[in-house]
């Protein structure tokens, strides 16, 4: 790999992310496609022109930069036809944006068919370079007139519109004329057309320009894109651009520095490069402190501390939500119990004597304890969860033992019993008491969702990556309003139910690093997909 090419590519490959990514926020917009045009013209030029300086054969070279040179041709007129439609007179300009790209289509006639634009080419030290003929001062007249009429169309309309414009839309307004200025410098590669040998570094201007467009779409939301980025993101994007900046500064002024002294070797290549970083190191520092004083106001290390004290905080938060949900919950739930045996205590002193009664008191205090003793203990589940202790186990086997205990039911309520398992499925990484607790909660949901009868069917499945387990019945379904809260702890649209089931499975799987899926139709049905990774 010819090094000379490296920052073409980079160019190339920023311009034309830039430009699908404008193109794809709005296929239908006309100025989103000529916008992408221009981008796609760019990248014909830079990574034609990086292909071409791999080679050193000069007939393979030269049809590479013939293709780059045709892109380098239509760049001022799809600029000049963009920077139109935005500033909204590409109507009135009509004749003179197709005059443009007819005499666009004409010089790139006389560059691949005739020897008037371009005849032989430079050998430079970092490729082959294209030498300018007699016709050629006349593109470049052509090109300086499309260049001055951009600038001279745009300065006098935004002065004729200020007054109606607001201050945003004013700011807005400048910056499309603003990146194609900075742009225009690119001009500098035609210069090594008339044999003066620096390394061609207009790529720099393609590179700012797509730095000022894309600050302009974040910011001001120019072409109507809306992107929310966080402060962080353009920090780190800043801090890559800087970096890349440096090492292209440095990568020029030894190729500069190297066509002016004349050396060859690489040791020597390698010293100067060195030597420059270490010049440039202290800019690059003063630059990044720079960024980091006025955009910022802060330092990478505050920056980095204020975004975990954010996370922290947000965890807090969650966590005192859930505790606030399981006291409402746990207190609800054992009010009723309390209450029931509240009233029994009440009558204890007068009728201890009497046998029935001490028999129901017997029956129904230890029913109410147990009740208290369940929610506790499924409480403690949830909040404390056991840690997992995977073991390569047969899911087939787990989900065939929690079905067994819960026969009787399917029995009772006339449930039929489909399973479907994949026989290439043969063991997963799980807890094996775990999953059981899964499988138990989801059929008991299951089949109280079915007391008339129904249908239950297990499916298994081996994907590439995950096992997947689908649980189908027939029951009468989840309504819209209930699905987004069934995984909340204590939800429930049962008369005794206690709404922890769901919200243990879910805890379960995501201990599992796996996923569960919910669809329901009401009186229909519901599935629950979950998926566990192979290799947790
Ligand atoms: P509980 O079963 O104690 O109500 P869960 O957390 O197990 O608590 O379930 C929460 C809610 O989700 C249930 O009350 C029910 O409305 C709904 N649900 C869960 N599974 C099913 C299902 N298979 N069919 C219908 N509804 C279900
Ligand atoms: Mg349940």
């Not at 000049?80 to 007179?89: D, V």
């Not at 004597?353 to 147990?370: L, R």
């Not at 929610?375 to 056991?386: A, G, M, R, T, W």
């Not at 086997?397 to 009772?412: A, V």
Request: overall charge positive; glycine content about 6%.
């Amino acid at each position: 790999m010819n090094i000379y090419s490296i920052p073409y590519f980079i160019a190339a490959f920023l311009v034309i992310s830039l430009s699908i990514f404008v193109f794809a926020k709005d296929r239908a917009a006309f100025i989103n496609k000529i916008f992408g045009l221009f981008g796609f013209f760019n990248f014909i030029w830079l990574l034609s022109y990086a292909i071409s300086y791999q080679f050193k054969e000069i007939d393979i070279a030269s049809v590479w930069l013939k293709i780059g040179y045709t892109g380098v041709i239509f760049l001022a007129i799809t600029g000049l036809h963009f920077n139109a439609i935005f500033l909204g007179f590409a109507n009135k300009q009509k004749k003179i944006i197709i005059a443009a790209y007819l005499l666009g289509c004409f010089f790139v006639l006389l560059l691949w068919d005739t020897n008037y634009f371009i005849q032989g080419y430079y050998k430079y030290y970092w490729g082959y370079y294209p030498k300018a003929s007699s016709l050629h001062p006349i593109y470049l007249l052509f090109f300086t007139c499309l260049v001055v009429w951009i600038f001279l169309t745009s300065y006098i309309f935004i002065q004729k519109e200020r007054k109606n414009l607001s201050s945003n839309q004013y700011t807005k307004m400048k910056y499309i004329p603003l990146a194609l200025f900075v742009y225009t410098f690119a001009a500098v590669d035609f210069i090594q057309n008339y044999g003066v040998e620096f390394y061609p570094f207009g790529f720099i201007f393609v590179i700012l320009y797509i730095a000022i467009m894309s600050y302009a779409i974040v910011r001001h939301h120019l072409l109507d894109i809306n992107i929310a980025i966080k402060k962080t993101a353009v920090y780190s994007i800043l801090v890559t651009m800087i970096t890349i900046a440096y090492f292209v500064i440095v990568y020029i002024m030894e190729s500069l520095f190297r066509g002016f002294v004349g050396y060859k070797s690489v040791p020597w290549t390698l010293s100067v490069i060195a030597l420059f970083i270490l010049i440039f190191q202290p800019l690059k520092n003063l630059i990044q402190s720079f960024v980091d004083k006025y955009f910022f106001k802060t330092s990478q290390a505050v920056l980095a501390d204020e975004l975990q004290k954010a996370q922290e905080e947000l965890k807090r938060a969650e966590r005192l939500k859930a505790v606030g949900t399981l006291a409402a919950g746990m207190a609800h739930e054992i009010k009723n119990p309390l209450t029931g045996i509240k009233t029994f205590t009440e009558y204890l002193p007068e009728k201890y004597t009497d046998p029935k009664f001490v028999e129901k008191f017997h029956k129904i205090v230890s029913m109410e304890v147990n009740k208290i003793n369940d929610i506790v203990q499924q409480l403690l589940d949830f909040s404390k969860p056991k840690p997992l202790k995977l073991q390569e186990s047969n899911i087939h086997k787990i989900i065939n033992q929690t079905l067994s205990l819960l026969s009787n039911s399917f029995i009772k309520y006339k449930i039929k019993l489909i399973r479907n398992y994949d026989s290439s499925l043969s063991s997963v990484s799980i807890d094996p008491n775990q999953m059981q607790q899964v499988f138990c909660n989801l059929f008991l949901n299951a089949i109280e969702a079915m007391k008339g009868g129904g249908k239950l069917s297990v499916a298994t499945k081996a994907m590439p990556d995950y096992a997947e387990i689908t649980v189908n019945d027939t029951g009468k379904g989840i309504s819209e309003k209930d699905l987004e809260h069934i995984f909340d702890p204590f939800y429930t649209t049962k008369e005794t139910g206690t709404g922890l089931g769901m919200s243990i499975i879910y805890g379960i799987i995501k201990e599992h690093r796996g996923t569960i899926e919910v669809e329901s139709k009401e009186n229909k049905g519901t599935s629950f997909i979950i998926k566990l990774p192979f290799n947790t």
